[in-house]
């Protein structure tokens, strides 16, 4: 089984909870993850529904992706404590916890989870966490949240981060660079992942390669995606090109020969290449293999 | 499944709506004696008709009511909705 | 009998006199030489142009019993069939049959022509709205079952003698006064004059009813005025906004576009996206939409086209414009952008129907044709096609030009969602064979890619492929899944409820549409 701190998660597509029709297709687009949202984007009369129509269809289709929840605030609305017991003997594979703020909430999500696994008689961390930074008390406690141990992800959830900044977003994302920035590092820290927020303008594809290509940069394993489009998009900016792979050979090569000749420094191309660079290379053909990429095909391709 | 004691529906309620792959489904309680009556009207008619009564009568059974009547008017619900529409119904059909 | 798609065809069904059975795509020969060109006189200085379509009904000697035909290049906007039948039936001719190359909703009003008994048989492409309805469920209103032909098997009709045509009424977009018609120009301007061209060269009058009479010469023209008895001018022959209204957009579905994207890359992946390949497209939906996934594919590896058969979209003589094929060979133009393509771009060619798909005679397009993507209402286990009848039986569609693409192509792919609505559309048999199973290599669905077991050439080149290819059978299951397995629906046994007779390509007998049985 593949560890939830360490999956593949560029993507995580965002369903509507009350909709069978975008339920029944979401497994087709191939996004990694499929988030079920029981949570804004269902009216507050709808909420019991939702939550019966998801708990429903995680029980009855077979699912290709990861499938995660977004349930309500447990402690900041009526609706999350329901959420969880309707949705958690159904086995989503993570619960996503929205406006996350103490680690506190964590806490009381996961002792629910501890509970239903130990009732139903399944080992201990088949159903996971992931949160939802969304406010800058939230961003202050960030360490302590990504260290709770269901945590598995860390999410931003910038439309309401910055109505609490009280700003607006831009072109260049500078209003959410250092939540960005502060989240990352606390992921890193607490060994867990990191998602980068919606971008909803669909049509402005130039816009979104932009922003996921920054997000990238920064060192963000993935990020919510809400139209099929956007996952070719993210799936493609993710997987390291053929270039790229062919050089982390070359790396790896070389430090193979460097050990088994005993050789100290190593060089390739004229460059030094030390520990980190060597662990860098292997993570672009391990995130090139986990894409479905045959590598050896792209040895000598440099 | 567990079977619980025989529960009466306190009120009429619907649950879903009339759009592509949902069901509109209303429940309404009936008089003692009754039994489960279900009236469909889907454009599957033919090839999932007796199917979908079928399933809506012993989801309602299963839930531990015996005297209600149900009606759905279909767009192509796939089963886990309609299920989850009955289900949904019947709760709020036993809200104060 | 069962014929070669193992369908039960009746030894005798009540009007039809063709006993053929479908024996495979290529089973049949000409017997007879075939039908010849009606030859009459024309008198110098005859005035062609008559006052009215009475004139017409009368000049032309139109009597009780007769055959009369119409194009359907006018699609859904078309005047010319109501504004005949009209007047046909005003002066109390009874007994007549329609041989339309195909009919569209705007043909509703038939309903009220066939129980008066003015109209008492159809022969057409495809019969759909209100008509199709009716005559699924009063199969017995007609005199005959009505005769389904795929568009080069209309032409093939024609042109055996099996279709006989009196009097061929056309609608011309513009036409002078000798009797040379386009379609190239005028307020009802649709294009190509494909279809009409056939009635035109064999039916035994021809009247042509324009609504732009033009005092000049018409040239080039796509009827010559060597066809054309009488001419009718009249305000319209048609509405512009259902012959052709602005350019058809590429769906923005995301599961079409996903099947289009894998069409593109089976293409690709198969080999036949190569340098001079040929292509046809389905006029909607994935079908369409694969030109956008094909066209970057084509880009990236600088590859060109040699040719495109159309029905004929905006999205099509672009990509043609654009240089990416040489020429493009037009049997009916579906938009504006195409329309204005075919009058303006010299590689835009415009075709007969007996050139685009007619099997009998030297080579029809499609023969040459490398790749058709193409649509179906349902599919079957053994690849078979349906795109006349629905999932309850009722007819809504036409049979085209799918068949014919379909047999000529050396790569034939069919896009279909695995699950309509909650219905599988991979049944165990189709409710009515249009398209038999060996003229489909491929069929793609949103859930998974089936390949033909005949076609052990491309399962082998899509071996290791990333795509998900999977059996039909697998992707029924899987459909079953979802949705479990319908129930049948009933169709009537009696011979008497026979709605339609599906005639293949060469004029043999693929199945009948029977009535379903009322709930």
Known sequence: MTDPKTKLRRTMMFVPGNSPKMINSADIYGADSLMFDIEDSIAVTEKDTARILVAQALKSIKFHSETVVRINHPTQTPFGMDDLKVILPSKPDLIRLPKVEDVSEVELVAKEIERVEKENGWPEGTINIISAIESVKGLYNVREICKHPRMVAIALGAEDFIANLKTQRTKTGIELYYVRSQILMAARDAEIQCMDTVFSDVKDMEGFEHEVSNSRDMGFDGKSVIHPKQITEVHRLYTPTDKQIAKALKVLDAYDDAQKNHKGVLAVDGKMIDGPIVVRAQRVVDQAIAAGVNVEEKRGLA | MEKQANKILARSATAGFEEKNDVLITVKPVAAGQGITVKLVSPVQRQYGKHMEKLIMETVRSAGFSDVNIEAADKSAWDYTIKARVLGALERGMKA | ?519
């Open chain 3, 1 to 519: 009998m069962k014929n070669a798609v193992g369908r039960e065809i009746p030894e005798v069904i009540p009007g039809i006199k063709n006993k053929r059975l479908y024996k495979g795509e290529f089973a049949y020969l000409p017997e007879k030489p075939g039908a010849a060109r009606k030859i009459r006189v024309g008198i110098p200085h005859t005035n062609k142009v008559l006052a009215s379509i009475d004139e017409a009904i009368e000049k032309t000697g139109l009597r009780d019993g007769q055959t009369i035909s119409f194009h359907h290049h006018l699609r859904n906007g078309d005047f010319v069939m109501k504004m005949v039948v009209e007047r046909i039936a005003a002066k109390g001719i009874k007994d007549i049959m329609i041989a339309s190359s195909s009919l569209s909703p705007c043909h509703d009003f038939l309903i009220d022509y066939i129980k008066d008994g003015t109209i008492t048989a159809l022969e057409s492409s495809g019969l759909r709205g209100d008509l199709g309805k009716y005559l699924t469920v009063n199969p017995q209103a007609l005199k005959k079952p009505t005769i389904i032909r795929s568009h080069g098997g209309r032409a093939r009709a024609i042109e055996a003698g099996e279709l006989h045509i009196d009097v061929a009424f056309m609608g011309a977009p513009a036409c002078d006064r000798f009797g040379n018609a386009t379609g190239r120009q005028g307020k009802s301007a649709f294009g190509s004059m494909g279809y009409a061209m056939i009635d035109a060269a064999y039916a035994d009058k021809v009247v042509l009813v324009t609504d732009n009479l033009v005092d000049g010469a018409v040239y080039p023209y796509s009827i010559p005025q060597i066809d054309v008895d009488y001419i009718v001018p009249v305000e319209a022959i048609g509405d512009p906004e259902g012959i052709a209204s602005g350019a058809i957009r590429i769906t923005k579905s995301p599961t079409q576009l996903l099947m289009a994207k894998y069409a593109a890359e089976i293409m690709e992946e198969t080999g036949y996206l190569k340098q001079g390949f040929s292509l046809q497209l389905g006029s909607g939906g994935a079908s369409l939409a694969a030109a956008l996934f094909i066209r970057e594919k084509m880009e990236k590896n600088d590859i060109t086209g040699s040719f495109g058969i159309g029905g004929v979209t905006g999205v099509f003589s672009e990509m043609l414009k654009d240089g990416l094929f040489e020429v493009c060979y037009d049997a009916q133009t579906f938009d504006m952008t195409a329309v204005k393509s075919i009058a303006e771009n010299p590689r835009h060619l415009e075709v007969s129907a007996s050139f685009y798909a007619n099997p009998w005679n030297a080579s029809p397009i499609v023969n040459n044709l490398d790749v058709v993507i193409l649509s179906a209402t349902e599919v079957d286990l053994d690849f078979n096609v349906n795109v006349i009848t629905d999932s309850n039986g009722v007819l809504m569609g036409a049979s085209g030009g799918h068949s014919d693409a379909a047999a000529g192509a050396a790569l034939s792919i069919i896009v279909v969602p695995l699950v309509r609505g909650r219905l599988p559309m991979i049944r165990d048999h189709v409710q009515n064979v249009v398209t038999p199973g060996e003229s489909i290599d491929v069929i793609i669905t949103d859930r998974g890619i089936a390949i033909n077991p005949l076609r052990k050439d491309i399962m082998e080149k899509l071996k290791g492929s990333k795509l998900p290819i999977m059996t039909l059978a697998e992707l029924q299951a899987l459909a079953y899944e979802f949705v479990g397995k319908p129930e049948e629906v009933g169709l009537s046994q009696d011979d008497k409820d026979i709605v339609a007779v599906v005639e293949y390509r060469d004029g043999s007998i693929l199945d009948v549409i029977r009535k379903p049985i009322a709930d």
